[in-house]
Structure formats: C-alpha cells, structure tokens
T-cell receptor
Framework: GAVVSQHPSRVICKSGTSVKIECRSL??????MFWYRQFPKKSLMLMAT?????????EQGVEKDKFLINHASLTLSTLTVTSAHPEDSSFYIC????????????FGAGTRLSVL | DQQVKQNSPSLSVQEGRISILNCDYT??????FLWYKKYPAEGPTFLIS?????DKNEDGRFTVFLNKSAKHLSLHIVPSQPGDSAVYFC??????????FGTGTSLTVIP
C-alpha cells in the first residue's frame, strides 16, 4: 500500500505559539490531501481538503485563519495551528489519495498536539 | 450529526471464531464504503471496501456485507487471529467526495 508520513507524532507547546504539522506522500504524488481532527471517543472529523497549487477547502466551522494549510508540492501538505490554545489540543491526522477519482485514502500516523 | 455510526466501542472474540463488526449510516445516497484497521501509534490502513452496486465483497478472511435498505454494513473476519486485534473504522461517502468515518470498534482476539 501507499505510504504517508506525518511529522511530528507528538508536540507539546505553550499557549500562543504556532505549530506546523507536515504530511508527505512518500511513494506517490497526491494532488489532494485531507486533514482530520479526532476528539476522544469521537470519529475523524474532516477539517479541510488540501489541493496542490490552490487554496484549501475548509469544512464549515473550521477557522481558516487558525488552521493554515499549504500544499506546496505534490508530495507535501502542511497544517499550521496558529496562536494555539489549550482547546486546540487534539489528535490531528492527514491522508492522501492517489488520484481524484480514487476513494481509498492513505493515512499518516497522526500528531498528538498538547497546548499548555 | 453523526452520518456514520459504530455503536459497539469494543468487541472480544476467541481466536478461530468469527468477528462481526457493524456500521450504520444515515445517507442513502452514499455509494462507497470502506473499512480501515488501526494499530496503536499508527495511522488507519485500508482493509476492504465495497461499492453500493454490490452487497458482498470478500478478500481472504475478510468479508464486507452491505445492506442498502437497512443502511447497514458489516465486516466479518473468519477465522479471527490475535493479530487482528486493532481498532476498526468504517467510512462511507460518495466517490470523489468527502468520506465520513465512524468512531471505531476496538477488537480484541483472545488467544
């Protein structure tokens, strides 16, 4: 199967700082990547769809100025949590698909963000 | 509102027996369904899928059944093995669009 690498796996930061999470597709080019957030005992909630070379599409209720997404190349998308606050503490996970028409998404291992 | 539900947070099964994981969805327009398996500290990995034009798809020990009228799908693992112990997520959606995930079922296969 395809490999998606997500880094870092865990980050602890102080309130008010910004945190960048990277998502890389290692063995395929991904025109589309997805960013999810998971709360305890809840399902994966789609935050935004990251499109290479264009602006990300954010889901309703997700602050685009808070969660900055950049998809600079066909193998890399980044999520930056700006001015993080304790309520941003969560599990963030990215995924990618090989082609627009494919339904299977390949996931990274996720990032556990803890904001003090 | 949760579009995909996995009502059993956990399931324990004896090795060699059948594991049945269930998933319900609310949108009758969904046309594709997937099951993912997740080990601790790893991301979900794709396991098996089914299109709405089918009612069964089999891959080795794994079979997914789809009941469109009931908006229900299930994953059968037989025979269950200790290495199958993991969290299983179902996902549903429309081809090329957003997919919605359930909350997961933690399967423990007892040796």
């Amino acid at each position: 199967g395809a490999v998606v690498s997500q880094h870092p796996s865990r980050v602890i930061c102080k309130s008010g700082t910004s945190v960048k999470i990277e998502c890389r597709s290692l063995d395929f080019q991904a025109t589309t990547m997805f960013w999810y957030r998971q709360f305890p005992k809840k399902s994966l909630m789609l935050m935004a769809t990251s499109n290479e070379g264009s602006k990300a599409t954010y889901e309703q209720g997700v602050e685009k100025d808070k969660f900055l997404i950049n998809h600079a190349s066909l193998t890399l998308s980044t999520l930056t949590v700006t001015s993080a606050h304790p309520e941003d503490s969560s599990f963030y996970i990215c995924s990618a698909r090989r082609s627009p028409g494919q339904n299977i998404q390949y996931f990274g291992a996720g990032t556990r963000l803890s904001v003090l | 509102d949760q579009q995909v539900k996995q009502n059993s947070p956990s399931l324990s099964v004896q090795e060699g027996r059948i594991s049945i994981l269930n998933c319900d969805y609310t949108n009758s327009m969904f046309d594709y369904f997937l099951w993912y398996k997740k080990y601790p500290a790893e991301g979900p990995t794709f396991l098996i899928s089914i299109s709405s034009i089918k009612d069964k798809n089999e891959d080795g020990r794994f079979t997914v059944f789809l009941n469109k009228s009931a908006k229900h799908l299930s994953l059968h693992i037989v025979p269950s093995q200790p290495g199958d112990s993991a969290v299983y997520f179902c996902a549903a959606g429309n081809t090329g669009n957003q997919f919605y995930f359930g909350t997961g079922t933690s399967l423990t296969v007892i040796p």
